[in-house]
């Protein structure tokens, strides 16, 4: 199982990008997808996942929104109104297994599979 995470840059304050990571397993429709970063120097946290229902940080929401695309075996994550501190490397990550528990959707070791990760950079 590979991800693909593709999207990131260089974009100032207020701007958007559009994050997409491409998951090669079959399974892609039925399991939990998420998204985490990790900035310079801190752990890695919960950006937003998608299983049964979707769920964001707080720092996140209404500005993000996590979405698939079967057909194309693609997640996406919209990012708008972006903010200096929101800097850092995105990963995406995904698991066979469709949560039930809510918290499990975000802790990063509940996910198997992880991608290389892309940059996001939001300049003042």
């Known amino acids: 199982v590979q991800l693909q995470a593709s999207g990131g840059g260089l974009v100032q304050t207020g701007g958007s990008l559009r994050l997409s990571c491409v998951v090669s397993y079959n399974t892609f429709s039925r399991g939990t997808m998420g998204w985490f970063r990790q900035a310079p120097g801190k752990a890695r946290e919960f950006v937003a996942a998608d299983g049964r229902g979707t769920y964001y940080a707080d720092s996140v929401k209404g500005r993000f929104t996590i979405s698939r695309d079967g057909a194309k075996n693609t997640m996406y994550l919209q990012m708008n109104s972006l903010k200096p501190e929101d800097t850092a490397r995105y990963y995406c990550?995904?698991?066979?297994?469709?949560?039930?528990?809510?918290?499990?959707?975000?802790?990063?070791?509940?996910?198997?599979?992880w991608g290389q990760g892309t940059q996001v950079t939001v300049s003042s």
């Open positions: 990550a995904a698991d066979d297994r469709s949560f039930s528990v809510r918290a499990h959707f975000f802790q990063a070791e509940r996910y198997y599979y």
